[in-house]
């Protein structure tokens, strides 16, 4: 198949769904299909245009007219039999609404089959948001949904089921696309890279959690170390934490507190580090803490790295629930494990859930390749 993949932005490294863009599409080429990939709002352009490696980058500065004669142009030279438009409004306007001046974008793909992935959605989805929040995301909505039904694309996916509850809510029967780590899985390293931090560590024998991503400050840090510390009585094995990445403004006023109370528990803050060192750190933990809510977790990259390094993740949010829908999330993976309602002295039994590294990729590409029809790859879940 010929597969036009369309987003926002292909700057390495600087867009998230600019990298999983790249990535897929690479995972089709390796497949056989002929990809070419296009950024309709590029912000990190120095020229209005550029034209690398099957990647078009029209920069946020032309004018929209320009851009999309331009890529009205380019699809139809290349002639894809689908186009996957990869979709997150924020990418188009800094305040989540699609702009007028881009709908007609959405026209461009009537002569050829279209795909939808819809990162993100709108906000004033959880119950007990403001009136304003709402009303804003009431706008958003507005704008996505409008911008869907001129594109009218034969097939829908998101990320997670509790996206996908609301998208039916909307009449738009959209599947659930797992997501894949952005963080390559990297031959192991002798000695551990833990191993020279043993001395700042809590004493042997001892079980490492590792924190990745951004802490926010619905993080529930007292509960979770109260756990921690209740788990390791039950085990006689002390607990140490070490963070990775840039943790956001908010991990020191976040962590502060616990570190003070509960100093039986060290955390350690390694800050950013290389994909390869990051792997490797990873692949030496024992588990992985999640800052994401349950209902969301199956949309952060951080926690998919974990799981694809087959660390099982503990999940302490659970505060998030979806405005007029009472059905609970259910746990896409055996190494996933809510805070809420799990006893300490399940601990050492959920730890051996831990298995050796293995990408989702290519799982996820098959599911994909499989909805847009390739009758070679069947549907495929991703572990």
Not at 189 to 211: D, F, K, N, W, Y
């Amino acid at each position: 198949m010929r597969i036009a993949f369309i987003c926002t932005s292909l700057q390495p490294g600087r867009d998230g769904v600019g990298d999983y863009t790249r990535q897929l599409a690479a995972a089709c080429a390796e497949r056989g299909h002929e990809c070419r990939l296009f950024a309709i709002n590029d912000r990190h352009l120095a020229t209005s245009i550029e034209d690398d490696d099957g990647c078009v980058r029209f920069a946020s500065t032309e004018p929209w007219p320009n851009r999309i004669a331009a890529l009205a142009s380019a699809l139809r030279d290349f002639a894809p039999d689908w186009v996957s438009w990869q979709i997150v409004a924020y990418g188009f306007d800094p305040k989540g609404l699609m702009p007028a001046a881009a709908a007609p974008l959405a026209a461009l793909s009537g002569g050829w089959q279209t795909h939808a992935m819809l990162h993100e959605l709108w906000l004033g989805l959880p119950a007990g948001e403001s009136v304003r929040t709402r009303l804003v995301g009431a706008w958003q909505r507005h704008r996505l949904l409008a911008f869907l039904r001129r594109l009218a694309p034969q097939r829908v996916h998101t990320s997670n089921e509790t996206y996908q509850r609301v998208l039916r809510r909307c009449q738009w029967p959209a599947q659930v696309l797992p997501l894949f780590g952005n963080i390559p899985i990297a031959p192991p390293a002798a000695p551990s890279p833990l191993a020279e931090l043993a001395p700042r560590l809590s004493p042997a024998p001892r079980t490492i959690g590792v924190m990745f991503g951004t802490l926010h400050a619905q993080w529930r840090a007292r509960e979770t170390f109260s756990f921690l510390r209740a788990a390791a009585a039950d085990t006689h094995r002390s607990i140490s934490l070490v963070t990775l990445g840039h943790g956001g403004p908010q991990q020191d006023a976040i962590l502060a507190p616990v570190r003070a109370e509960f100093r039986d528990i060290p955390v350690l803050t390694l800050g950013a580090a290389s994909p390869t060192r990051i792997s490797q750190i990873l692949q030496s933990a024992d588990f992985g803490l999640s800052s994401h809510p349950w209902a969301l977790v199956e949309k952060s990259g951080s926690t998919v790295a974990m799981l694809e390094h087959g660390l099982p993740v503990l999940v302490p949010r659970d505060e998030w629930r979806l405005r007029g829908d009472a059905a609970s999330t259910a746990s896409w993976s055996p190494l996933l494990r809510p805070l809420k309602g799990f006893a300490p002295s399940e601990f050492s039994t959920w730890l051996d859930h831990r298995h050796a590294p293995a990408p989702r990729l290519p799982h996820v590409v098959d599911a994909f390749l499989a909805a847009l029809g390739d009758p070679v790859h069947a549907p495929a879940s991703a572990a």
